[in-house]
């Protein structure tokens, strides 16, 4: 499964590379996905992980909207 960032969070991540994010989403390590309710009632899952260096991290995510054409 693919990840698309939002350009503007890259920015304000302070202290977080993104590398340990996909390290949280994507090694075989033990995950704890959460279902929870985003800002505006957005529906999204929040990942709580840790890093190979043992970092705790939540990764909150979103289900991309779909767009049809035709």
């Known amino acids: ?4 960032w939002v350009p503007l969070l890259l920015a ?3 202290g977080i590379e993104p590398y340990e ?3 949280v989403l994507e090694d ?3 995950r704890w996905p959460r279902r ?3 800002a505006g009632g957005v529906s ?3 990942v709580w992980g840790r890093t190979r260096a043992g ?3 939540i990764v909150v995510l979103r289900r991309q909207r779909s767009t049809v054409t035709g």
């Not at 499964?1 to 698309?4: D, I, L, W």
């Open 44 to 46: 999204v899952l929040a």
């Open 21 to 23: 994010v996909r390290q």
């Open 36 to 38: 929870a309710v985003g």
């Open 1 to 4: 499964m693919g990840y698309e």
């Open 28 to 30: 075989q390590r033990p």
């Open 12 to 14: 304000t991540l302070k």
């Open 55 to 57: 970092r705790r991290l």
